[in-house]
């Protein structure tokens, strides 16, 4: 019953560092997707992917990239750690866009740049 | 494009007290479907419901109720005889049919329930 797992829960940053937010699904789902929560703000979408090898950018997708080489597995890269990237970053998955199921979460990954 | 407004930015009630959590959606497509999300202080995100826009039924599990009216385009979202375990974070979604399942989210209502 694992689902989506992320990895690491909890990280933090120096400006200007790179890291990459590790997402695996085991649900066999073909559209992922990676959301960031602000403070007192919803989720907004930064990159989503609806199957093996095709990403594309969703809302606020600057400063970050993902890829997609396996249906399992969708990390996101910051490549420049900016103190405006301090977020709560969920991974979700979904098994396709036609019946609308519910995204499944993962926990979260809270990052803090410093 | 689409919108949620959840107009309540934070609530407290009294453990016990019934409490209503509104959402009020905007979108031009006829197909589309409405989520509500619960986030505990732990933080993860558990999926509540989800509904169509061609069922208006309202729902019913346990202490939660969900009541759909699509012409005043609101979700809204009853607890009864609330619990302290029901403090969180609510979130109302909207997502429409098709293309890559595109969900928007409202910025959450925080409820506290106070023993």
């Known amino acids: 019953n694992a689902g989506v797992t992320q990895t690491p829960k909890f990280r933090i940053l120096k400006i200007g560092q790179s890291m990459t937010l590790q997402c695996t699904q085991d649900m066999n789902h073909n559209y992922m997707y990676w959301y960031r929560q602000d403070p007192g703000m919803g989720l907004k979408l930064i990159y989503y992917?609806?199957?093996?090898?095709?990403?594309d950018k969703g809302e606020v997708p600057n400063g970050y990239n993902v890829s997609r080489s396996t249906t399992e597995d969708f990390p996101l890269r910051l490549e420049l750690a900016a103190p405006s990237q301090t977020s709560v970053y969920f991974c979700?998955?979904?098994?396709?866009?036609?019946?609308?199921?519910?995204?499944?979460f993962g926990d979260g990954t809270r990052l803090s740049i410093l | 494009a689409q919108k949620v407004t959840q107009a309540q930015t934070e609530i407290s009630v009294v453990e016990k007290e019934d409490v209503t959590l509104d959402c009020v959606y905007e979108?031009?497509?006829?197909?589309?479907?409405l989520f509500w999300y619960k986030q505990p202080p732990s933080g993860e995100l558990v999926f509540l419901i989800r509904r169509n826009s061609f069922d208006e039924q309202n729902e019913i599990s346990g202490r939660y109720s969900w009541n759909f009216q699509k012409s005043t385009s609101s979700f809204n979202f009853t607890i009864t005889a609330s619990q302290v375990v029901d403090s969180a974070v609510y979130f109302c979604?909207?997502?429409?049919?098709?293309?890559?399942?595109?969900?928007?989210f409202g910025t959450g209502t925080k409820l506290q329930v106070i023993p």
């Open positions: 979700a998955s979904s098994p396709d866009s036609i019946s609308n199921q519910p995204q499944h």
């Open positions: 979604a909207l997502s429409v049919a098709g293309g890559y399942q595109k969900v928007t």
């Open positions: 992917s609806v199957g093996a090898g095709i990403t």
């Open positions: 979108t031009r497509d006829t197909t589309y479907y």
